[in-house]
């Protein structure tokens, strides 16, 4: 799928064993980060931690995304190319170190190679949930490939609006490609089962005066999902650039009325992130060992060792 691309709604078909695609990557696996997090959904995140994957370029790249370090296709220089092999064994490895769940962050146009590894990995013991943290800017032909390695859709849904996706997503065309990304999901994963480790979590982040955007979402969310996700609310937008740091954060009565509203529709299952004003700044800086803050991840030994013989 890596000869004429079209492993995401940009459907750039490119053959990215020559050239760049819309992502931003070629046709080799460029890996940011591996390590445990404990800053995920709890069932996801268990006791200690989710095995993370971070991979390097994105098709839908969001100007304030808080990985831009790693999703930006004007700044994709953090990480490092691994082989299938090797992204097998570090599958391997996160499930030694007592991972939770193996978290295949962005990993849209890498699909080929996931697909691969998991099947190395698979033949060699791997038997953690996998969970396919996505911005939900997914192409059919992708999803096709990758759901049969998924147990958990950890999946965005940015807005309906095309104004808000236009300023927050940097693409109108996300807002035509959910709904078929939502039905697939939900045709393959009709019921979310927790204890079983199966089925899908909806996240929505407030952006910054869209609560309306959000309360269009919620209602889409509580008419066509609920019976079949959880949902995930995040209200901590925090753009990664400090001179972006303009835009004033959900109010008190704002977040009341959220959490009411989300009451009102009866949207029982999943969670609200808590309004904070702590000093914590969530935005991960991908050029250190643990990009997140203390005490919330521990890199990977065997990604810190790889990355090493890569740079050295």
């Keep these: 799928m890596y000869d004429k691309c079209l492993l995401c709604p940009n459907r750039c078909a490119v053959d990215r064993h020559v050239r760049p695609g819309a992502c931003g990557q070629r046709d080799v696996v460029k890996l940011a980060w591996a390590g445990l997090h404990r800053g995920e959904e709890p069932p996801i995140t268990g006791e200690h931690g989710s095995g993370m994957l971070f991979f390097t370029g994105c098709p839908l790249a969001c100007r304030y995304c808080q990985n831009q370090q790693i999703s930006s296709n004007d700044d994709c220089a953090y990480g490092i190319e691994v082989s299938d092999e090797e992204l097998a064994q570090l599958m391997l490895s996160l499930q030694d170190a007592g991972a939770a769940t193996l978290n295949l962050v962005t990993g849209t146009h890498f699909i080929p190679s996931i697909a691969a590894a998991l099947d190395i990995a698979k033949g060699r013991g791997f038997h953690l949930p996998v969970v396919w943290n996505s911005s939900g800017y997914e192409s059919l032909e992708g999803l096709t490939l990758i759901d049969p390695y998924v147990d958990i859709y950890l999946v965005d849904v940015k807005t309906y609006d095309r104004q808000v996706a236009r300023t927050f997503c940097g693409k109108e065309r996300y807002v035509d490609a959910i709904d078929a990304v939502m039905d697939f999901i939900i045709s393959h994963k009709n019921v979310t089962d927790m204890d079983a480790m199966r089925g ?39 753009p990664p650039n400090e001179a972006d740091r303009i835009f004033p954060p959900i109010t008190d009565d704002e977040y009341d009325e959220l959490v009411d509203f989300v009451d009102e529709l009866g949207i029982d299952d999943g969670f609200i992130q808590e309004k904070s004003d702590d000093d914590i700044l969530w935005v991960p800086d991908f050029r250190e060992d643990v990009p997140f803050p203390a005490p919330f991840a521990d890199a990977l030994p065997a990604f810190l060792e790889l990355k090493r013989q890569r740079l050295s």
């Design 200 to 238: 899908t979590i909806v996240r929505h982040l407030v952006f910054p005066g869209a609560l309306d955007a959000t309360k269009v979402f919620l209602r889409r969310f509580a008419q066509y999902y609920k019976d079949h996700c959880w949902l995930s609310l995040m209200v901590q937008f925090i």
